[in-house]
């Protein structure tokens, strides 16, 4: 009797204890305001529901996960100095996302200098991967496809289509925008075509109308956009109100498009490539949509919120099986992830930390967006 209550007794001290324990912080850098301020919403929800869920389940080595985000408003600048304090204060074991690629990219250089691990979900940049792993950077891990992986993906489809000739591209003045560019070119130049014209906008541009008509002038047989968030929503008006007129492609955010413009069928005719789909009809993504819209208060997953949800957990996992709180340990059991998608593949890291998830091929028909197909980045 004594010895069933010391077990007791020392079960419950031992609970006691880890109750105590200062919780494992994250520190996150998005954009919770300016321009792109959506996206960060959704990298919050996906982001926090990875980690309710594993404080549900006990949390990682018998402690709490927080995530602590600062807004870098999408802009390099913001970013440096988010990320700058949070390595000051040294409670972080790790650094998440940045979520803009410039303010990836500007990023990187400080988790190399404090040797301290970065895991990047939403961020597109090819350049990010190149620069990682092998190309230099160690602390830096990819989750999402780059730019040229999924660009390449889609002008494989199009090009099986018959659908990869004569391609206008038009895309912000960013490293989003340009690899965007860059990683067509590349796609289509290894498939015997090239671009038909290239534009790009500032961020912010007010009116498109220009630019619009000037291509649509040149009659392509499609356009690519590498366009997002306000500058976005604001094309979609424009072109809708100018008839529309030219097949889209690229990556355009059809999960986005208000549905008083979509059913006026002016994007029927899209073929676009994303890293998620919301209509993927698989038993995991449900049960992710539906604990999504729980955490949302009702509102749909996009490929931000899903790309950072698979990330959060892919860190989580990791901490997990280094057994360890310390960087370098988390940055070598990131090094040998095996996670299983809700895209229905094994995800790894390649040499240069960059993991190749399935591209999901969308098509517009009728008004409405459908799954065409997956192919692997």
Known sequence: MRRALLAVLAVTATQFA??????IVIGASIPMSGGVSTFGQHSRWGSELAMEEANAAGGVL???????????RCNPAEAVKSVTQMIAQKKYVAIFDGLCSSAALAIMPLVERAEIPFVVANA???????KSGVGGNKWTFKVNPTDASMLDALVAWLDKEGKAKNIAFLGEDTDFGRAGSTGLEEALKKRGHKLAMTDFYQKGTADFSSVLAKIKARKPAALALYAIDADFQNMMRQWNGMGGGVPLTGRVLVDQVPKEIMSTGVLDGTTAVQ???VNIDT???KAFVEAYKKKSGGTAPIMVGFESYEATRILLDAIKRAGSTQPAAIRDALAKTKYDSILGTTLEFDKNNLIHNNAVILGVRDGKVVVLGFSKT
């Open 18 to 23: 880890i109750a105590q324990q200062e919780p």
């Open 62 to 72: 018998g402690r709490k996960v927080e995530i602590d985000y600062q807004d870098n």
């Open 124 to 130: 597109s940049a090819t350049s990010i991967a190149e």
């Open 275 to 277: 890293p998620y789909d």
């Open 283 to 285: 038993p995991a993504n």
